[in-house]
């Protein structure tokens, strides 16, 4: 059991972008596709899992005296370092011969999000600015791996989209951070000496605002329209809307936000408005619904 929980198998809910270029190029239907998708998504799940691994080795003595990572398998001595670097050299190179075993574009992109996510663990996690922009592109590149192994267009706006919530969701954690640390910060990772609440606020408010306008102007897009055979995506703008909002409450109110994939897994708000979105958005897409507007 630890050493499953040391590749931080909750953490697997990040790598559910890559089936966001399936969905919305209409192709969920295709047996052939999804298979594709998913095993692009167990490609991702084995390298990040790797560079978790790698990663707690790194902050071994750091994480020893964190008051929750302290808790983690490798850090609490329930795995030992050798054996997980044992494992992260085993499973990074089944992943990566997955995607190339999809095509060599796939496997380009994975090798790229494994070099930069195993750069932000072992140095640039500690520059500021930095390392939220790290974290973006993460996402950026499990949509685009996603629509390289089905051979589809990536559309601009998601990923616009996604670069602007993975943004948000990071700089989120950032706060969770500074409040939750306190003092003892800086001592856990030395971007947050950079880092004040004002600071953060600020991003996280516009970036609030970005999302929810750029997700906006994607749903009236007549191009969007024509690529996912519906102008009614306008009609999840509420959700997204209640769920940045449900987040941002969560994260000032809760102290809440330090691990984005831990609301997604607890809090039934949350879980409540992605199951309305995915539902609503997969129902007006496949069945072509079509609205009169002005």
Same mark, same amino acid.
């Given at each position: 059991?630890?050493?499953?929980? /040391?590749?931080?198998?909750?953490?697997?809910?990040?790598?559910?972008?890559?089936?966001?270029? *399936?969905?919305?190029?209409?192709?969920?239907?295709?047996? &052939?596709?999804?298979?594709?998708?998913?095993?692009?998504?167990?490609?991702?799940?084995?390298?990040?899992?790797? !560079?978790?691994?790698?990663?707690?080795?790194?902050?071994?003595?750091? &994480?020893?005296?964190?008051?929750? @990572?302290?808790?983690?398998?490798? #850090?609490?001595?329930?795995?030992?370092?050798?054996?997980?670097?044992? #494992?992260?050299?085993?499973? /990074?190179? *089944?992943?990566?011969?997955?995607?190339?075993?999809?095509?060599?574009?796939?496997?380009?992109?994975?090798?790229?999000?494994?070099?930069?996510?195993?750069?932000?663990?072992?140095? *640039?996690?500690?520059?500021?600015? =930095? &390392?939220?922009? !790290?974290?973006?592109?993460?996402?950026?590149?499990?949509?685009?791996?996603?629509?390289?192994?089905?051979?589809?267009?990536?559309?601009?706006?998601?990923?616009?989209?996604?670069?602007?919530?993975?943004?948000?969701?990071? =700089?989120?954690?950032?706060?969770?951070?500074?409040?939750?640390?306190?003092?003892?910060?800086?001592?856990?990772?030395?971007?947050?000496?950079?880092?004040?609440?004002?600071?953060?606020? @600020?991003?996280?408010?516009?970036?609030?605002?970005? +999302?929810?306008?750029?997700? #906006?102007?994607?749903? !009236?897009?007549?191009?969007?329209?024509? @690529?996912?055979?519906?102008?009614?995506? %306008?009609?999840?703008?509420?959700?997204?809307?209640?769920?940045?909002?449900?987040?941002?409450?969560? %994260?000032?109110?809760?102290? @809440?936000?330090?691990?984005?994939?831990?609301? %997604?897994?607890?809090?039934?708000?949350?879980?409540?408005?992605?199951?309305?979105?995915? +539902?609503? #958005?997969?129902?007006?897409?496949?069945?072509?619904?079509?609205?009169?507007?002005?």
């Amino acid at each position: 059991m630890s050493s499953l929980r /040391a590749l931080r198998p909750q953490q697997w809910v990040k790598n559910t972008f890559v089936f966001a270029a *399936l969905v919305f190029s209409r192709n969920l239907m295709h047996p &052939d596709l999804l298979l594709r998708t998913c095993i692009t998504f167990a490609a991702f799940c084995a390298v990040a899992s790797a !560079i978790y691994l790698i990663n707690d080795v790194a902050d071994f003595e750091r &994480d020893r005296v964190h008051p929750e @990572k302290r808790l983690r398998p490798i #850090a609490a001595g329930e795995v030992s370092r050798r054996a997980a670097l044992f #494992a992260a050299a085993v499973i /990074a190179p *089944l992943g990566l011969t997955l995607a190339f075993w999809l095509n060599t574009a796939t496997g380009a992109v994975l090798t790229t999000y494994a070099v930069l996510n195993l750069a932000y663990s072992l140095r *640039l996690k500690h520059y500021v600015l =930095l &390392d939220v922009f !790290i974290i973006a592109f993460g996402f950026l590149l499990r949509v685009t791996a996603g629509a390289f192994a089905i051979d589809v267009d990536i559309s601009v706006w998601l990923l616009v989209c996604t670069f602007f919530i993975a943004l948000f969701l990071g =700089l989120c954690k950032r706060r969770n951070e500074l409040v939750s640390l306190g003092d003892d910060a800086v001592s856990h990772r030395g971007a947050l000496v950079h880092y004040n609440l004002q600071f953060v606020d @600020k991003m996280v408010s516009a970036l609030a605002s970005m +999302t929810v306008m750029s997700y #906006a102007l994607y749903t !009236i897009d007549t191009r969007t329209a024509e @690529k996912v055979g519906t102008n009614a995506l %306008v009609l999840t703008l509420p959700l997204v809307l209640f769920g940045i909002f449900r987040y941002l409450h969560l %994260v000032h109110l809760h102290q @809440k936000g330090g691990s984005p994939t831990d609301v %997604v897994l607890t809090d039934r708000g949350m879980q409540v408005v992605l199951a309305l979105y995915l +539902t609503i #958005a997969v129902t007006l897409i496949y069945f072509n619904v079509h609205l009169r507007f002005a």
